[in-house]
């Protein structure tokens, strides 16, 4: 099997072990090993690709051609394939947690969960290896489309109003701001392809290509860059592996990659260094580190503290973009597989808290790490992901965006990053240390998330501490498509 034959196999695997989940979702077992097999199957053809992109080779599968010049195509470059790869692989851990999950907390229309879940994925893979803006857009509203149905999933006035929340935000700005931008692209340059450089003449007018890309980022907005972020915390009334999905392995990922290989594959960073029609963004992104921390700190429930913890997060990649230089589109691309580890581990612990002990709040989780010490001692190893403590991966991540900014020589952002990592430690570890050390609201006893959901945070927290000393390959794949 070649290379091309597996970028096309990768996007319709998902969608195939879908329609086969809606055949055999009466027999719970079954489905559930459907799902798991599709899981691992499409992280190994993930994985086939990595050698002959390594060795330069970009594998091309053209899917379509609607009309002359406009093609849905796919390719693999490094930073499509770092992405798929975690996509893929954290498909199957959230999978293993969704056995433990959804049958420990009743939840109901279990198969039509796994089966949108699946097409979600499948949007994804068209995704990482888009080889043009068409073929990305197209993808890009069809996630959009497949994980309404998961935030809506409850089916309550609560989950009906988040979801019309996240349709009107996610749309409204693809179709207002990306579409207007994909224009003006085609328009100057007669393309949509992503090339290695950019596809901007030299000549574009600095004005032009500064609004462009203005309205390219504030575009994507699964980015959840401000102000374009209410949809994120909104569809936290989803169940906690939609919440996983979205913020580590799907949806918001989906975002701050288009980012990124929207600026090193269309505008180019030479481009955008010279002209500097990225200066216009950069205090978007820093607002949004700092304001979604602060914002954080004063939320007492789990999951929406970890929802706009998410926000700041991705704004880490956003502006590693933005800088355009090698070293902060290296720090985007890296920290989007750490912070994907860390996040997804603390939102595991927060359904595992809420299906055992049904705590939804930080102030009622007093003690509760004398009764989840497994739990707790997870989300500890995530917070410390997350806050970019060795030996955890995301240290490497915030180290070499602080030499992009360094390579900026802008010392506002060095102290906003420093400021920025105090925060997280403020928001995030005052909820292990009140579950080990403060007492308990009632007697203790112990008891412990479903076994499933213990596997999960095994593999994600193995994971966080692996990163931090196999960062050096991750790098240097990535460099593949990003250095000259």
């Known amino acids: 099997m070649d290379a091309p034959d597996l970028l096309a196999i990768s996007l319709l695997l998902p969608l195939a ?67 798929a790869g975690l996509a893929s692989f954290l498909w199957f851990v959230t999978s293993i947690y969704s056995i433990g999950y959804l049958r420990a907390h009743h939840e109901h229309h279990q198969t039509r969960f796994y089966f949108w879940f699946a097409i979600a994925i499948s949007a994804v893979m068209g995704i990482a290896f888009a080889a043009n803006l068409l073929t990305l857009f197209s993808f890009y509203e069809l996630l959009t489309l497949a994980t309404y149905p998961l935030v809506t999933h409850a089916q309550t006035p609560e989950a009906r109003r988040a979801g019309r929340v996240y349709l009107g935000i996610l749309v409204g700005t693809s179709m207002v701001f990306l579409l207007l931008a994909m224009a003006l692209i085609w328009s100057l340059t007669g393309t949509l392809e992503f090339r290695r450089g950019g596809i901007f003449d030299p000549s574009v007018a600095p004005g032009l290509l500064a609004l462009i890309y203005v309205l390219f980022v504030f575009g994507v907005g699964k980015a959840a860059l401000m102000p374009f972020h209410r949809w994120l915390p909104a569809a936290m009334v989803a169940p906690t592996p939609v919440s996983a999905l979205l913020h580590a392995v799907a949806v918001v990922k989906a975002g701050v990659f288009t980012i990124l290989k929207g600026t090193v594959y269309l505008f180019g960073l030479d481009t955008l260094a010279a002209t500097g029609a990225n200066r216009w963004l950069l205090p978007f992104a820093a607002l949004t580190i700092l304001l979604a921390s602060l914002t954080a700190m004063r939320r007492d429930n789990l999951k929406a503290r970890l929802a706009y913890s998410t926000v700041s997060q991705l704004s880490y990649i956003v502006l590693g973009a933005l800088l355009a230089n090698v070293w902060g589109v290296l720090a985007g691309a890296l920290h989007m597989v750490m912070h994907g580890f860390g996040k997804i581990t603390l939102f595991f612990c927060a359904g595992a808290i809420q299906v055992t002990e049904h705590r939804t709040e930080i102030s009622d989780m007093r003690g509760i790490g004398r009764r989840m010490p497994l739990t707790m001692a997870a989300f500890t190893i995530g917070a410390l992901m997350i806050v970019g403590l060795p030996p955890l991966g995301p240290m490497w991540s915030k180290w070499y965006l602080l030499l992009g900014v360094f390579q900026d020589d802008d010392w506002l952002l060095v102290a906003l990053l420093v400021l920025s990592t105090v925060l997280n430690a403020a928001y995030l570890l005052p909820i292990p240390a009140r579950g080990f050390l403060d007492p308990a609201h009632s007697p203790v006893v112990r008891r412990e998330a479903p076994a499933a959901c213990l596997l999960a945070l095994a593999i994600t927290c193995v994971g966080c501490v692996a990163l931090f000393f196999y960062a050096g390959p991750l790098l240097r794949f990535a460099a593949l498509g990003v250095t000259p």
Do not use: M
């Open 17 to 83: 072990g879908g329609l086969l989940l809606l055949g055999v979702g009466r027999w719970p077992n079954l489905r559930e090993a459907v799902t798991l097999t599709t899981a691992a199957t499409l992280f190994y053809l993930v994985t086939r690709l990595i050698a002959p992109v390594a060795g330069g080779a970009i594998p091309l599968r053209v899917l379509a051609e609607p009309v002359p010049g406009f093609q849905l195509a796919l390719h693999a470059e490094p930073l499509g394939l770092l992405y």
